[in-house]
C-alpha cells in the first residue's frame, strides 16, 4: 500500500510539474509572414506590409516610442532613404543562428519573433553596416496588432546626422 501511495504521489507530481502553457512553430503561416515581411523590406516595398499590419497595430521602438501605422510606414520609408543593400537572415528553424518563430500560448496569444541582423550600406555616409535585432510582434486574426523592437539605434541615429548634414551643405 505504501509503495502504491509513493508511486502515485510520484505521477502525480509528475504530471504537475509539466508546464506547457503553448507551442513553438518554426514553419506555420504566421512564421512565413515575418519572412515575408523582410523579403519585402529588402525590395524596398511596403505593399505587404500595408496587407499584413493591421491599421490599428502600434509599434514600441528600442527607445520606447510608440509608432502608430501610419508613421510606422513611413519610418521604414525614411530607412529606405537611408540605406542601399538593405539585407537580412531570416534562418531556417535549426536554432543555431537568426531565427523566426512564432509563439501559440495557451490563452489565445500568438506572437512571432525574429532574431537576425541588419545589413546596409548607408546611402549618405557610405559605410556598410550590420548589428543584432530582435523584434516580437503580436498577432490579432492574421494583422499584425503590436511590434515591439529591440536593438542599438547608433546606425540610424548616425546615418540621419549624415542626411541632415549632407542637406546643410
Not at 542601399?84 to 490563452?107: Q, R
Amino acid at each position: 500500500m505504501k509503495k502504491l501511495f509513493f508511486i502515485t504521489l510520484g505521477l502525480i507530481t509528475l504530471i504537475s510539474c509539466e508546464n506547457n502553457h503553448g507551442i513553438v512553430k518554426y514553419d506555420d503561416p504566421k512564421t512565413d509572414a515575418i519572412r515575408t515581411v523582410f523579403e519585402y523590406v529588402s525590395n524596398e516595398d511596403n505593399s505587404y506590409l500595408e496587407d499584413v499590419f493591421s491599421k490599428e497595430m502600434f509599434m514600441v521602438n528600442p527607445v520606447n516610442d510608440t509608432i502608430y501605422y501610419k508613421d510606422f510606414l513611413a519610418g521604414i520609408e525614411n530607412m529606405y532613404d537611408l540605406f542601399d543593400d538593405i539585407a537580412f537572415d531570416t534562418g531556417d528553424g535549426d536554432a543555431t543562428a537568426d531565427e523566426v518563430e512564432t509563439n501559440y500560448y495557451e490563452n489565445g496569444m500568438v506572437w512571432t519573433q525574429i532574431w537576425s541582423s541588419f545589413e546596409a550600406t548607408g546611402k549618405y555616409t557610405k559605410e556598410k553596416v550590420s548589428f543584432p535585432f530582435h523584434i516580437a510582434y503580436r498577432w490579432d486574426g492574421d494583422k499584425i496588432i503590436e511590434e515591439y523592437q529591440f536593438f542599438d539605434m547608433t546606425t540610424f541615429k548616425n546615418e540621419e546626422q549624415a542626411k541632415i548634414e549632407s542637406l546643410n551643405n
